[in-house]
């Protein structure tokens, strides 16, 4: 079909869960793409330090997508 990309995703505010797998769902719906695998969410903290305000705790994903898309429209797409 084309290339191989992989993405990563992630959220720490609002609902990231609910956000992550949204886009996660969204990824199928890419014209000439398909989704090849995709991680579970993970939890992970946020950089800490003396001039950073504390956030909650991040959420992340990776997933793998062939596509026929050229870099510049799956950017496109994505966004």
């Not at 992550?20 to 000439?32: F, K, T």
């Not at 398909?34 to 959420?59: F, K, M, N, T």
């Amino acid at each position: 079909m084309g290339m191989l990309v992989v993405g990563g995703l992630g959220s720490n505010l609002g609902e990231p869960e609910t956000q992550i797998r949204s886009a996660l769902s969204e990824l199928e719906s890419l014209p000439h793409s398909r989704c090849l695998a995709r991680s579970s969410i993970y939890r992970s903290p946020p950089l800490a330090g003396e001039d950073v305000p504390v956030q909650p705790d991040y959420l992340n994903a990776v997933a793998a997508l062939e596509t026929a898309l050229e870099p510049v429209e799956l950017l496109h797409q994505l966004q």
